[in-house]
């Protein structure tokens, strides 16, 4: 089993900036594929966000958060981090982080094994 906990979400102008974090615990990292961030915004479906693999550090992102947002890890502490940075009223949404123990799409949530509660995060323009 592994936990997922997020922090940082919060109300922000728009054009300012937020720094998310998704803190892991439980099954060991050793067998993680990746991590990821999905958002859903009211009345709307899950979307893909942004996912690092655990081993070499490789990203991917959503072209609407291509060159404003910039994922991150630590293996100590076992952390993900989300940049966020130019932000616009249409990055409302509830941000939830995500860990995948298996290879394949990782835009996909279906590959996604753990999911966090989740962190509000709110543009105000």
């Known amino acids: 089993q592994v936990r997922l906990v997020e922090s940082g979400g919060g109300l922000v102008q728009a054009g300012g900036s937020l720094r998310l974090s998704c803190a892991a615990s439980g099954r060991t990292p050793l067998s993680r594929r990746a991590m990821g961030w999905f958002r859903q915004a009211p009345g709307k479906d899950r979307e893909f966000v942004a996912a690092i693999t655990w081993s070499g550090g490789v990203t991917y992102y959503a072209d609407s958060v291509k060159g404003r947002f910039t994922i991150s890890r630590d293996n100590a502490p076992n952390t993900i981090y989300l940049q966020m940075t130019s932000l616009k009223s249409e990055d409302t949404a509830v941000y939830y982080c995500?860990?995948?123990?298996?290879?394949?799409?990782?835009?996909?949530?279906?590959?996604?094994?753990?999911w966090g509660q989740g962190t509000q995060v709110t543009v105000s323009s």
């Open positions: 995500a860990a995948a123990y298996r290879s394949g799409a990782y835009s996909s949530p279906g590959l996604y094994d753990y």
